[in-house]
């Protein structure tokens, strides 16, 4: 992997070494999974169910999102989403917009990190 790619999906919270391992040092695959993640439509429907205020529909997508995230090694991205289940395990919502709007700032920055490779 290009060494300013690699710093750009670190700077992203992306733990590239970690991830890397877990694809087995196959740097093609976790490529192809990290791509895979640009298209994924679960931070669309998040975003829809929080804009629409469905708090109570949020938990299984954001624990989808949450365990997508860990392993592609996305660590900013998995600790957001790890406190939004929580969140909505308890049934705190009052948090939650503001949450999602963090989310949504770390987000862009994996998916432009993932576009330049």
């Known amino acids: 992997m290009d060494e300013f790619v ?14 890397l391992r877990r694809f087995m ?14 298209d994924d439509e679960n931070m669309k429907q998040l975003r829809t169910l929080i804009a629409d205020k469905k708090y109570q529909e949020v938990l299984p997508v954001a624990h989808t999102l949450k365990g997508v995230c860990g392993n592609l090694g996305f660590v900013k991205l998995y600790e957001l989403f790890s406190r939004m289940c929580q969140d909505c395990r308890s049934e705190q919502y009052e948090n939650l917009d503001d949450m999602f709007a963090q989310t949504e700032e770390d987000y862009a920055k994996v998916v432009e990190a993932i576009k330049k490779i």
């Open 25 to 38: 040092n196959n740097e093609a695959l976790m490529i192809k999974f990290l791509k895979k993640f640009v």
């Open 6 to 19: 690699k710093a750009e999906l670190e700077d992203a919270g992306v733990n590239v070494d970690e991830t």
